[in-house]
Every structure is written in structure tokens, then in C-alpha cells.
């Protein structure tokens, strides 16, 4: 039973120049403890996504169509009925994010502790002590010295240790859904590491779900269990971690796999993505990626594909190409596209 | 070894603040030869980004020399001062904010190549085509009238590039010079900047905080790994990648998220002591990597400052424990 269900979920953005479809009929489920990646280049949608299922859209967001289904097995909710105080409590209660550990996530002037508590107020938690003792365990949990960090402002923490505090604090009223926006971008690699173990030994003791918003192919190798890649606001590509990596079968996937050079292994044929994403207000005719695809035929040009069945019941790509695709990536060894395509 | 074309020889750099001096890059030496490609790697602090002010001119060092073709560059004055100045360009992180929003990309090429090349009118728009050309910029014509908010992050980059070619450069550092743009294109940037040494001889020098940026950049080339403001490793790229020889290193190495999940979730770990890198107000004795490496040696590490000395394979490490054993890091922790 998923936790989360979207189905033919759509995000306009008003602009002077008319409507930017930024989400466009994504459906997709998150099950109970797993975690997803969503991947793509900036501009593609995944953040105006993971935003909008928890309805913190800018005013110019307008949902057009669908459905975000929440289910714990207790309660079960559609989220874009809930009306302003439910609204908050499925807000850090049920789904928290957790946003790039910026100073901008933090209020400057109040210490960390103050910060906690107006949370735990302004959802209900009531009682300070309470606020407190849930603190402190929550801190000693991602490995902080409440003693120091309680007393301190954001300025006088490290990027890491505010990343820590920001997943302290989105743990505060035990959710079941955790989004996490490019958690690891702006650390340095051995914070980035704590920072990815931590996420992984939290994720096990306390078996929330993750949604990953990252354009860094590296973060969902580590940590997701199933991906989701978008493309000018679609899903075009839904498979577990291995078979994305290993055997994509959208060219887009394909070409962002091929982007990212490695450290360790043979560096492989390496390549950008030709061009650029369309214009979301004009978007292209046929599928949005035909004029950066290698793989396009003529029939490219007729409708966007829908997400088609390949290999496995699992994996999903909206692809007619996704046999020429299996086909020039060869056999399936688990060896990574970079490698496939030297 | 030819004739370096560049050089540092043995520069620092403090800084003073109100909380005290710090010395952000501490007697480093680095000489580059013509059309070499290097990187410069480590983490926020690590006076990377110093290091590339001081070779590009920019910055004053506090003490030792920069020398260009041999002649001090501190000491050159009027036409001389000039030709090194157009002789080494530093492209810049930010492509959003190192163009001038209210300039046509031909408003900002033609003063350069008008002031040093004396290219005006025509001559000076033929000369602006070919080096949009050049950086991949087409159909060119059309990018001339354009300004920076009309073009993409990679385009804007590709725009700063051409300006620093302008002046026919003989050196080109390019501070993190792909970390703002998507990761789609980052790689079309770097073969772009490879090109640029390959066939028209330009020595670059690419800061970063991405080892797999600076393996893809500089496989023909070398990296420098820096540390509390100095080098500690030298070498070339691929043995410094596939084998570092200093801990600190082979800690980052081990510890790179990978975009392989088989390679990522199976790596051996290098475990150090304490996960956050000293304050450099605050600096342990012998300003090194000690008190967080599992080969620091007590009596030995804590009392000498390890400086760079030769390991197989031509590569330099400053560690006292691979140099007496003959051995590089990653071989003595067990994570090769």
C-alpha cells in the first residue's frame, strides 16, 4: 500500500508570456520506507514537483489536474482538499522537507532552539518539555552536541552541521514522508559522505519514506531504491536504482548517465547532452526530446509517447526508440552507460 | 622538462581578520609548462581558490615569487606588466554575475580586442564571429546582439571564455568554472577548456572541488590535492585517482558518492578522526592532517611538517609515513 499516490499530477506557472507547464501529468507511488530519486536537469520540473506535493507552490503555481493520495493506513487523505489547519499538520507532521542548507533556511536572529520550538509549537506539539526531550534525542540521533548546538545561531554552524539540524528538525513530529531537495549540493565531499550515511542509518531506524530531489546522479546511486527521471515536467522514465543506471531505456536517461564522469573505474565515453530543454511554454511537437535525441525517427514527431512497459513490469520508459536504445547499450552487464557506449 | 611557463615559487598568503591572521596558503611552489592541463582540488578553505589569484596575478602573494618565463612578475612594470596581464585570464565560478547585464555579447568582446588588438569595425566583427566559433557559440552572428539574461548558463560560461581568448592568452584559470551549470553540459565546458590547451597551447588551470571533474579534465594532465593551504599530493591524474598516495586523498577518494550504485554502496571507506577539517585560526601543530589520519605516527607527524618529497611514478606527496614506506596511502590503508 503506497503511502503516497500521484496521479496525473499537473503544475502551471502564470507568466506574462502564458502558461509554463512545469509538471505535466506525472503519476507516480511512493511506498511505505522507500525512497525515490527524482532526477534532471534544472528546469525539467522535479523541483516545482516535490514543492508541490506538499502545496508550498509560489502564488504563479496553479494545479491544473490530478490527484496527491495520502495514506498512513490510518488516515487517508487527498492533500490537495486540505484546507489551511489540516494542510499544516500533513505539512510537517505527516511529509516534511528538507531544504539545501543554505543560511536562508534558517531565521537568523533566533537560536537553534528557539528555532525548534516555534516548529513543535506551530504544530501542536503543546508542551515544551515535551519539545525539548524530543530535541535533544533527535540531535544526539544525526550526531550533535545538543549542549552546543541548542544555544548557537545558524551563522556559527558549519554547512554540515546545519544540514544536520535541518534533518533534525524535519524529524520532529515523526513523519512518515521525508522530501529532501538536493540535501548533499554545497558540502564539501566528506561532509557529503556523513551527510548520506546519516540519511541511510535514519531512514533504517526510523523507516519513513524519501522523496530525493537531486541533480547529482551520485546522491541517487547511494540511496534510492526506485528513480523517476523528468523531462520538461514529464516522467519519462520510472525503474529501480540498478536498472537506471544500468539499463536505461529513455535516451534523456541515457545522456544524463553519460554526463557524469566518475573517480573510480574506467572513465568510459563521456558526453554532454546536445542543446538545451524546451521551452515549456512552447513546448515542441511530438516528444519534447527529439531534438536533442540521438535515436529519433520521423514517428518521434507524431504525439508525446505515453510511459511504455520495457523489460520488466517495473521499468517504464516514454520512449517508441526504447528497443534501438536497449539495443545500442547491448548486453546487461551491470556496467554503467559510460562504459557501454566507449 | 622544457622551460616552466609559469611558476610559484614557494608563495604564502595571509590574511588578516578581526578574529586574527590566518594564512591561507602556506610555501607553495607549482610550476606549469606550456599546453599543460592541471587541477587544483580540495575542499572549501583549503586556499585552492588563493592559489589561483596568485598565479593569475591577482593577488599580491605575502611572501615568495611569481615568476613568469623566469622574470619576477612582482617586479614588471608598464608594457611588461601589460603582456603578462593579457598573457593569463582567470574565468570566473558565476557566469550570472561576470557578465555585464547591460552589454551585448559584442559590446563585451569588441573593447578588448579593440584596446589590444586594434580590431575595429569589421575586422574587429569578423575576429568576435571566429571566436564564437570557437567556443561553440552558432550561428554566431545571432549571439552578437544577444544579451547575458537571453542566453543559458553554459552559454554565458562559453561567453566568458571567449573574452578571456580575446587577448590570445598564454594561461587560462578557470575557478570552478562548471560547478553553476546543469550537469548535462558540464562536460561539453570541459572538452571546450581541454581544446583550448590541446590546439592553441594554452596552459590551464582548472580549480575544483569535484575530484571526478578534474579526473575527466585533467587526464592528460596532473592534479595538486591541497590541504590546510598546502599541497599535499602532486601527480599525475590518473596513478593520483586510481592510487593517491597521500591519506588525505585516499580519504576522498573512498568517500566520493559515485554515479554507480554496485561502485558507490561497495567502496572501502578511509575512516578518519573527526569529519570537519580544523579552523584555520586554530590550527593543529605542525599544520597538517595528523589529528585526523589513520597513519599519523605519534612523535613523527605531530613534530615535523611533512613537505613534498618523490614517490614512485613521479609523483609528490607530503606524508612522512608513505615516503618511509616507500608505499603510497591508499596501498598501506587497504583501500586500492
Known amino acids: 500500500m503506497p503511502v503516497l499516490s500521484v496521479r496525473d499530477l499537473s503544475i502551471d506557472y502564470r507568466t506574462r508570456r502564458g502558461p509554463v507547464h512545469a509538471v505535466r501529468d506525472v503519476t507516480f507511488d511512493l511506498e511505505q520506507g522507500e525512497t525515490l530519486a527524482i532526477i534532471g536537469e534544472s528546469g525539467s520540473g522535479k523541483t516545482t514537483l516535490a514543492v508541490g506535493l506538499i502545496r508550498l507552490s509560489p502564488r504563479s503555481a496553479r494545479v491544473t489536474s490530478g490527484e496527491i493520495r495520502y495514506d498512513d493506513g490510518k488516515r487517508a487523505f487527498d492533500v490537495l482538499s486540505l484546507e489551511s489547519e489540516r494542510l499544516r499538520r500533513f505539512r510537517w507532521a505527516d511529509c516534511a522537507m528538507v531544504f539545501q542548507a543554505a543560511l536562508s533556511a534558517f531565521n ?22 515535551k519539545i525539548h526531550d524530543r530535541t535533544r534525542e533527535l540531535l544526539d540521533l544525526v550526531h550533535l552536541d545538543p549542549d552546543r548546538v541548542l544555544r548557537s545561531y545558524a551563522h556559527e554552524l558549519s554547512g554540515g552541521m546545519r544540514q544536520r539540524v535541518l534533518i533534525a528538525m524535519a524529524l520532529l513530529l515523526d513523519p512518515r ?50 528513480m523517476l527521471t523528468m523531462y520538461a515536467g514529464r516522467v519519462v522514465e520510472r525503474a529501480g536504482v540498478d536498472d537506471l543506471f544500468y539499463r536505461p531505456r529513455h535516451p534523456y536517461s541515457v545522456g544524463l548517465m553519460r554526463a557524469v564522469p566518475r573517480v573510480s573505474g574506467a572513465l568510459g565515453s563521456v558526453a554532454s547532452i546536445p542543446g ?19 535515436f529519433h525517427v520521423e514517428q518521434c514527431l507524431e504525439q508525446d509517447p505515453p510511459l511504455l512497459a520495457v523489460d520488466t513490469p517495473d521499468h517504464e520508459a516514454a520512449c517508441i526508440r526504447w528497443e534501438a536504445v536497449a539495443a545500442a547499450l547491448g548486453s546487461d552487464a551491470e556496467a554503467p552507460v559510460a562504459e557501454k557506449l566507449a | 622538462m622544457s622551460e616552466p611557463l609559469i611558476e610559484l615559487d614557494r608563495v604564502s598568503r595571509t590574511y588578516t581578520t578581526r578574529a586574527g591572521t590566518i594564512t591561507a ?43 613568469f618565463e623566469g622574470a619576477d612578475v612582482w617586479k614588471k612594470k608598464g608594457d611588461d606588466l601589460a603582456r603578462f596581464r593579457r598573457a593569463v585570464q582567470l574565468v570566473h565560478q558565476d557566469p550570472y554575475a561576470s557578465l555585464n547585464p547591460t552589454r551585448t555579447i559584442a559590446q563585451t ?6 584596446k589590444h588588438k586594434k580590431a575595429h569595425g569589421k575586422a574587429a566583427r569578423a575576429a568576435m564571429i571566429s571566436l564564437l566559433e570557437r567556443v561553440g557559440l552558432t550561428p554566431a552572428a545571432d549571439f552578437l546582439l544577444k544579451y547575458p539574461h537571453q542566453l543559458s548558463g553554459g552559454q554565458r560560461q562559453r561567453v566568458s571564455i571567449a573574452r578571456a581568448l580575446t587577448v590570445d592568452p598564454r594561461v587560462i584559470v578557470a575557478d570552478e568554472a562548471v560547478s553553476m551549470v546543469d550537469v548535462s553540459i558540464r562536460i561539453s565546458l570541459l572538452d571546450l577548456l581541454h581544446n583550448l590547451a590541446t590546439e592553441f597551447h594554452v596552459t590551464t588551470v582548472l580549480i575544483t572541488h569535484d575530484l571526478a571533474v ?3 579534465f585533467g587526464r592528460k594532465g596532473r592534479i595538486a590535492v591541497m590541504y590546510l593551504g598546502r599541497i599535499v599530493e602532486l601527480a599525475a591524474t590518473e596513478p593520483l585517482v586510481s592510487d593517491p598516495a597521500h ?21 572501502r571507506r578511509v575512516s578518519l578522526k573527526g569529519a570537519e577539517v580544523p579552523s584555520l585560526l586554530n590550527l593543529p601543530p605542525g599544520r597538517a592532517f595528523h589529528p585526523r589520519c589513520p597513519l599519523a605516527e605519534p612523535g613523527l607527524c605531530d613534530v615535523v611538517i611533512p613537505t613534498l618529497g618523490n614517490l614512485s611514478g613521479g609523483r609528490s606527496v607530503a606524508c612522512h609515513v608513505a615516503l618511509r614506506e616507500r608505499q603510497p596511502a591508499a596501498e598501506l590503508l587497504g583501500v586500492v
Open chain 1, 177 to 226: 514522508i521525508v522530501i529532501l531537495d538536493e540535501p548533499t549540493t554545497a558540502l564539501d565531499i566528506l561532509t557529503q559522505r556523513a551527510i548520506i550515511d546519516l540519511l541511510r542509518d535514519l531512514r533504517a531506524k526510523l523507516g519513513f519514506a524519501t522523496i530525493f530531489i537531486s541533480h547529482d546522479l551520485s546522491i541517487a546511486a547511494e540511496l534510492a531504491d526506485r
Open chain 2, 247 to 267: 591519506p588525505y586523498s585516499a580519504a576522498l577518494i573512498a568517500a566520493i558518492p559515485e554515479a554507480d550504485p554496485a561502485i558507490t554502496r561497495t567502496k
Open chain 1, 108 to 129: 537568523p536572529v533566533i537560536t537553534i532552539w528557539e528555532q525548534f520550538l516555534d516548529t513543535g509549537r506551530a504544530h501542536g506539539m503543546g508542551d515544551k518539555h
Open chain 1, 276 to 294: 538545451s530543454p524546451p521551452d515549456l511554454i512552447r513546448l515542441p511537437r511530438g516528444c519534447s526530446y527529439y531534438p536533442r535525441c540521438p
Open chain 2, 214 to 216: 578534474a579526473r575527466y
Open chain 2, 109 to 114: 568582446l569588441a573593447p578588448p580586442l579593440a
Open chain 2, 25 to 67: 596558503v602556506d610555501d607553495i611552489s607549482l610550476s606549469l609548462e606550456q599546453s599543460e592541463t592541471i587541477c587544483l582540488v580540495g575542499e572549501s578553505g583549503c586556499g585552492k581558490t588563493t592559489t589561483g589569484r596568485m598565479l593569475a596575478g591577482l593577488l599580491r602573494p605575502s611572501s615568495g615569487r611569481l615568476l
